[in-house]
């Protein structure tokens, strides 16, 4: 596979720039919003953006069951921030009604690291992603409070408290077998590196 077909579920969220990120790291992005587009991609990435709404979304426009079909079958996926959330085995905080695709054995927690006002960035080193650190941007971002079996984290983060941060800080980027995911947002920076981490992952 020299150029992979990654679709970005469009219902939701940062869809133009997960796109041309993807196209940067040597893949063709295309927009997901039926079961037929969903059907053409080798791999999917579930952007940032609302993951409540996103939910909700998924129901209505009969989008959830294709996907969490694709996903158990082994379809390649890159959550990023309510992406992550989407992802997990478990959501604290969510809304009771809230669904997600549990293909990543994890605890997530919504909202972690505060409101919108809390929003920061900051350089983080990521497993994998070779070139040095990364700046890694958080909008009321989640975090992960625990891993299962065969869950790989990637990176961890400061959380700016003490109470329940372990060695390195909050997981922050995490990858179990055909799975990706992160609490910030790369598609808002100019650097392609975790979605060319994310490529290599679908071509492989």
Not at 31 to 56: F, N, Y
Not at 135 to 140: D, E, K, L, P, Y
Not at 178 to 191: G, I, K, M, Q
Request: aromatic share 6%.
């Amino acid at each position: 596979m020299t150029v992979p077909r990654i679709g970005v579920l469009a219902l939701q969220g940062d869809v133009v720039d997960h796109m041309r990120a993807l196209e940067a790291a040597g893949a063709e992005a295309a927009p997901v919003r039926r079961p037929a587009e969903l059907d053409a991609v080798d791999g999917l990435v579930i952007p940032g953006g609302e993951s409540t709404t996103m939910s909700k979304l998924l129901d209505i426009f009969d989008m959830f069951d294709p996907v969490k079909k694709r996903l158990d079958s082994g379809l390649p996926v890159f959550g990023s921030c309510a992406g992550m959330i989407m992802l997990a085995e478990e959501v604290l905080d969510g809304r009771p009604d809230q669904r997600s695709f549990g293909v990543i054995p994890m605890t997530v927690r919504r909202n972690a690291f505060g409101r919108q006002v809390d929003s920061f960035e900051t350089e983080i080193g990521i497993d994998g992603v070779d070139g040095g650190p990364f700046r890694a941007v958080f909008i009321r971002a989640p975090w992960v409070e625990r891993v299962g079996d065969g869950v790989e984290v990637l990176a961890r983060v400061d959380s700016g408290r003490t109470e329940g941060d372990g060695p390195g800080g909050r997981i922050v980027a995490v990858r179990a077998g055909a799975c990706l995911a992160t609490s910030f947002h790369p598609e808002v920076t100019p650097d392609a590196r975790v979605h060319q981490y994310f490529v290599d992952m679908v071509r492989g």
